[in-house]
């Protein structure tokens, strides 16, 4: 990623990283995730913490 | 009269029937049947046949090829006919391996990896870079090869439809899939590397440096993961000899200054060592009180100073030896983070795929290991980026570091306290029936470890006397298709598990197959995990024997995606819905793991059941289901199968029934197995209510486990935490420019803020 900067200001196109959990691993950015794995990772729902 | 053909590239060459007759002729021999005479006079026939149909133009191929077949079935060369129309399907496959092949390096070289999802089949390989397009096509490569040579047609077919799905099928030909390296024993009397000879390391730096060493070198000879499953054990002796050497020379300081000497480095060190034999202990981080009173004793001998200076001397050395070793502890253990981030394996398209795993050493050396290597990953790396790699493995362990009282609850809290805020450690739980079965105090080999990803190795059918984790591995696995099972049975659970025996048959063939090939293969095929005795019994093998029996100690591992799916298209809910369609899941998986019991019984050998991680996996079967049977609601209506035994990552459960719920299984896949909780960013800073979801693993019977939450980073003011929209410390939106005052002033805030380099 390569990025614009001038004095004045900096952090033009630059993006926040989000770490996830693949498959037992991290991976440090999603970009290099495959279709199938994004979709599953926008599709994860938390899970509460009360016992039924 | 025949004078021209048009071949399929529709160039016209001219027709020779010699070239008939030779083609006949091989599938006469083929199927032991005709002569040349024979052959002759059926490519006679077929000249012939051809003259009557073709009047005015040429023939193509396939029409003389049909020909073919028809006139040596109209002579009686039925045999030969069908050997024949083999023939003629292999070159089919083979042609089409090849257009496929080229269509695939052209998008490997042409295609850029955020458009192709092909190139980010493995997270973990940029397929943007030199290296890894390079890495991208051999694999294609391997891959068109070993399914037309090495594949039974049968094995092909399975593969190519999405029945199944070989694992790592580039390496199909070339290697295993992964080992724990007991590193103690890989350092003792030193190593070579295949590109040199390391001595055995004498501190804590060197044994951390050399540790990623090895994981980097065994990298290169084998397609999975490398994990070192004593990393505390291991480390600790390191610690042992950069504190006794720190020992030795802050005595010698401290005496030199109180006697006014600059040369009492040979006294003072005898004068240690005359205690150590003496007492049989030698200089070390908690030395017993008969130690330090011996040592001070000598010193009084020796320098005729008081008893209060000498005890004075002794424990000013062990306080400043000890915050010196400390030092270089985390020292050692931050460049060890950073080595398996930054270096490079493969080519340099990866970085190893590094897991560690420790939290058991009750020894003050391996507990000094164990909390900085905590720190290190707590701390990130240079601009406090969550680490990848390696994967952290705590082991938990009741009487070691689980309750309260244990020797190593304090580093069993920090790794919570670690792991809420930077994902690892993972868990492992030495408690769990199925691995505590194998647990010997005293002995760590008997501590289950695992490879990061999941997979775990312990009981060994081929070599009773060693079920152990150290020195072992996977040797290949291959995922079973379990939805379409389902989906083709049509809710008929006996034509079901008449279909799961089938397709379990074939895939232990398979595996057996692969293994004669990885049987052939001598210590010098793997200089570092033969060469160099890291794997189970290697040390004992010649340059000449092949590897058969020492792979033995290896297992076959038969793995499986998606029961949730399975269980919906079977019953029409999934595990997570109802207690009873839990009990079909249990006996679904249950088949299974008796499936590969009784294989292991027959032949000796480690099979095993394996809650697969799939990556690539996850999209490619369901992909070739929807296109045979539309979208199945509940089956296959998402972009993905659910992973192994999970519940669906999308249906609403408290992690409490999750956990429970997905225990049984652990015991079922021997060959590994991991559940994770999502919690949300603000409950995972909760190191409580972190510790408590630990502990319901734990008490449930999980083998492994971990905990998902968000990690989010700002590169621009290296805040790490929960990003939403709007970054919490610096207030911009993704992508936003912030001014050069703000950026001051919060670096006036955050002494540790990074630099932001402009590229990262």
């Not at chain 2, 001397?313 to 060890?336: C, H, I, N, P, Y």
């Not at chain 2, 909390?371 to 790396?381: E, F, K």
């Not at chain 2, 995606?561 to 029409?572: F, H, K, P, R, V």
Request: with cysteine.
């Amino acid at each position: 990623m390569t990025v614009k900067s001038n004095n004045e200001k900096m952090g033009q196109g630059v993006g926040f990283e989000r770490i996830r959990r693949i498959t037992g691993y991290l991976v440090g950015t999603m970009d290099k995730w495959n279709d199938a794995k994004r979709a599953e990772e926008r599709d994860r729902v938390k899970h509460s913490l009360q016992k039924q | 009269m025949i004078r021209s053909i048009i071949k399929r590239d529709g160039r016209v060459v001219l027709y020779e029937q010699g070239k008939i007759a030779a083609a006949i002729l091989r599938s006469m021999e083929a199927s032991h049947s005709g002569d040349a005479m024979d052959a002759a006079r059926v490519a006679d026939h077929v000249q012939r046949d051809l003259e009557a149909r073709f009047t005015d133009q040429a023939p193509n191929i396939e029409a003389i090829q049909d020909t073919v077949e028809q006139q040596l079935m109209n002579h009686g060369f039925n045999d030969a006919a069908k050997a024949y129309i083999l023939y003629r399907a292999n070159r089919t496959r083979a042609r089409e391996a090849n257009t496929g092949l080229m269509r695939t390096i052209d998008e490997i070289t042409n295609i850029d990896a955020r458009i192709s999802d092909m190139k980010r089949d493995n997270a973990n390989i940029d397929g943007n870079t030199a290296m890894g397009s390079m890495l991208q096509i051999g694999a294609a490569g391997a891959k068109a090869y070993n399914e037309m040579y090495l594949l039974r047609p049968e094995h092909a077919k399975a593969y190519r439809e999405g029945d199944i799905h070989i694992h790592d099928f580039d390496f199909y030909s070339l290697t295993t899939t992964c080992c724990q390296i007991d590193i103690l024993k890989l350092f003792h009397g030193g190593f070579s590397t295949g590109h040199g000879y390391l001595r055995e390391p004498q501190s804590i730096q060197s044994y951390a440096a050399l540790a990623a060493i090895a994981i980097q070198s065994n990298q290169n000879d084998q397609h999975g993961g490398q994990s070192i499953p004593n990393f505390d054990y291991g480390m600790a002796e390191g610690v042992a000899k950069t504190y006794r050497k720190a020992f030795n020379r802050r005595l010698r300081d401290a005496t030199e200054d109180l006697i006014g000497s600059d040369d009492e480095a040979e006294a003072v060190s005898a004068l240690i060592k005359g205690v150590e034999n003496e007492l049989g202990e030698t200089a070390r981080l908690e030395n017993t009180k008969a130690f330090t009173d011996a040592l001070a004793a000598a010193l009084v001998e020796s320098y005729n100073i008081s008893q209060a200076d000498a005890q004075r001397l002794v424990s000013r050395a062990q306080k400043r030896a000890w915050a010196k070793t400390d030092r270089d502890t985390k020292q050692a253990m931050e460049g060890f983070v950073h080595n398996l981030n930054t270096m490079h394996s493969r080519a340099g398209a990866q970085t190893p795929f590094s897991s560690i795993n420790y939290g058991t050493d009750v020894s003050p050396e391996g507990r000094m290991v164990i909390r900085n290597i905590l720190l290190a990953l707590d701390a990130g790396l240079g601009h406090g980026e969550t680490c990848i790699f390696p994967i952290h493995i705590f082991k938990v362990k009741e009487g070691v570091n689980y309750n309260e009282a244990d020797p190593n609850y304090d580093l069993f809290r920090l790794s919570c306290k670690v792991s809420a805020r930077r994902l690892f450690p993972n868990y492992t739980f030495l408690d769990a029936p199925f691995n505590l079965q194998y647990y010997v105090p005293g002995r760590p080999e008997t501590e289950v470890a695992t490879m990061g990803c999941r997979t775990r190795v312990m009981g060994n059918v081929f070599d009773p006397t060693r079920e152990i984790s150290f020195s072992r591995g996977n040797l290949s696995f291959t995922s079973i298709n379990l939805p379409r099972l389902a989906i083709e049975s049509q809710g008929d659970e006996k034509l079901f598990y008449e279909k799961l025996q089938g397709m379990l048959e074939l895939v232990a063939q398979q595996l057996l197959d692969r293994f004669e090939i990885q049987a052939s293969k001598h210590i010098y095929n793997y200089p570092f995990l033969m060469g160099q005795g890291v794997w189970l019994d290697s040390d004992h093998l010649s340059i000449h024997d092949d590897l058969r029996e020492v792979l033995k100690h290896g297992t076959l591992s038969i793995g499986f995606i998606g029961l949730a799916e399975t269980l919906t298209a079977l019953y029409g809910q999934h595990h997570g819905q109802s207690e009873d369609i839990q009990a079909k899941g249990k006996e679904i998986l249950g088949f299974m793991r008796k499936f590969c019991d009784d294989k292991s019984q027959e032949l000796k050998m480690n099979f095993s059941l394996l809650g697969t991680p799939a990556e690539g996996l996850s999209g490619r079967f369901i992909r070739m289901d929807q296109k045979r049977y539309g979208k199945i609601k509940g089956v296959t209506d998402r972009e993905y199968y659910t992973n192994s035994f999970h519940i669906p990552v999308w249906y609403p459960i408290s992690a409490y029934d999750k956990i429970r719920l997905e225990a049984p299984y652990h015991a079922l896949c021997n060959a590994g197995h991991i559940s994770y909780v999502e919690l949300d960013g603000d409950t995972a800073r909760n190191v409580e209510a972190f510790e408590s979801i630990v502990r319901c693993m734990h008490d449930f019977g999980i083998g492994y486990g971990s905990i998902n939450h968000p990690v989010d980073r700002d590169p621009i003011c290296g805040y790490v935490g929960i990003i939403g929209d709007v970054c919490p410390r610096c207030g911009r939106h993704e992508g936003e420019m912030i001014p050069q005052e703000k950026i001051d002033e919060l670096k006036r805030m955050y002494p540790e803020m990074p630099a932001f380099q402009g590229i990262e």
